[in-house]
């Protein structure tokens, strides 16, 4: 069936007034282009789209619902949930880290696990089992811009070594999501800001001292006013 990559609800965030989101390119010389449903691509059965899968969506969209939840505790930097499912939370993101991979959309391209991690993503995902914390460590930053957040855009995927680790990195309704891929050791301070069993720390930054987001929202910026300083 026809399948959502990033899960439906955080599409919510990314429309306009009109029902529909807006792509922007780097590349001024690419029109904007507008969509409804997302990025979806035959790829999931009907029990594994509806059922193993959306189960844990529909987790992780509650847990941001302060009504369902409350709040998570802060401290300075950092927002801390310490009720949340451990599994629920990971398997969503991991599912959506396996979707980018075998998806053959041109937006996820830097996203390449290989045949093996794949495979182990797809086979514990399908039995719904538990990854260990260093299995796949997700940390997740929440990006301002001058002390404001925005949860209404998206950048597609890169990807980055670091300490014999592949690092993918993408953002999703305003969240920085990076993902640790590989057999080495997760680096200490990398798994302080993991999701972990008893906490779930979202690091607060502004974007400016994220280099790599730093430099393609700039890139974005520079070919929007381009775009809307040319003549259709």
Not at 117 to 127: D, P, S, W
Not at 186 to 214: G, H
Request: charged share 30%; with cysteine; hydrophobic share 40%.
């Amino acid at each position: 069936m026809q399948s959502h990559i990033i899960p439906a609800f955080q599409f919510k965030s990314l429309k306009k007034g009109d029902g529909r989101y807006y792509e922007l390119t780097p590349d001024p010389a690419e029109k904007e282009r507008s969509g409804q449903r997302g990025f979806t691509e035959r790829m999931l059965c009907a029990e594994c789209d509806n059922v193993r899968l959306q189960r844990n969506e529909d987790y992780y969209a509650k847990l941001w619902n302060r009504d369902v939840l409350g709040a998570p505790q802060e401290y300075k930097r950092f927002l801390i949930f310490r009720d949340h499912d451990y599994k629920r939370t990971k398997n969503c993101l991991l599912s959506i880290l396996w979707r980018m991979s075998v998806s053959t959309h041109e937006v996820f391209r830097a996203v390449s696990l290989g045949e093996k991690h794949e495979e182990i993503l797809r086979a514990g995902l399908l039995a719904d089992r538990e990854f260990a914390e260093d299995e796949y460590a997700v940390t997740v930053t929440a990006p301002f811009f001058e002390g404001e957040f925005h949860e209404d855009f998206i950048l597609q995927p890169d990807s980055h070594r670091l300490h014999g680790n592949r690092l993918y990195r993408c953002v999703i309704a305003g969240m920085l999501y990076t993902f640790v891929v590989g057999s080495a050791q997760v680096v200490p301070e990398l798994r302080a800001l993991s999701l972990r069993k008893d906490e779930f720390p979202i690091t607060r930054m502004e974007v400016r001292d994220i280099p790599f987001l730093a430099s393609a929202v700039g890139r974005i910026g520079r070919a929007q006013a381009v775009r809307e300083t040319t003549p259709a």
